[in-house]
């Protein structure tokens, strides 16, 4: 679900995870959210081969994490919006190709209201823009 986070606008994307983005690399991100969701991490000061992150991210992007934020605890944000909006456009795709809103409910664990709420919002956003022009 995650492969797109640093596709959505910045605004959804929150500052720690970008920053740690720019300084170690999307993938590196992406993986200490998967993991450590809305949890402190304790980055050590030298990379140690045998330690859980240099198992999880690779011994490259453990050094480079390491360099970075070297003897500090860092908090790993949970990203709950941006998370939330690629769901969402993950629903809206599969509306598009043909799914019926009671098959993504279920394949989302939401309720049928919710995604037709979240099918119904796009269709308002795309109507008032038509008659903005």
Do not use: W
Not at 3 to 30: K, M, N, V
Not at 91 to 99: D, M, N, S, V
């Amino acid at each position: 679900m995650t492969t797109h986070l640093f596709e959505l606008p910045s605004a959804l994307i929150p500052d720690r995870l970008q920053q740690i983005s720019s300084y170690c690399g999307q993938q590196t991100a992406l993986v200490l959210l998967l993991n450590f969701p809305g949890v402190h991490v304790r980055i050590p000061k030298q990379p140690n081969p045998a330690h859980k992150l240099a198992e999880l991210l690779g011994m490259l992007a453990f050094s480079k994490l390491c360099a970075s934020y070297g003897d500090e605890i860092i908090t790993i944000p949970r990203a709950a919006k941006a998370i939330r909006a690629l769901r969402n456009q993950q629903i809206l795709a599969g509306f598009a190709t043909g799914k019926t809103q009671a098959a993504l409910a279920m394949e989302y664990s939401l309720t049928q209201r919710q995604v037709n709420k979240i099918c119904n919002n796009v269709a308002i956003d795309r109507q008032l823009d038509l008659f903005s022009s």
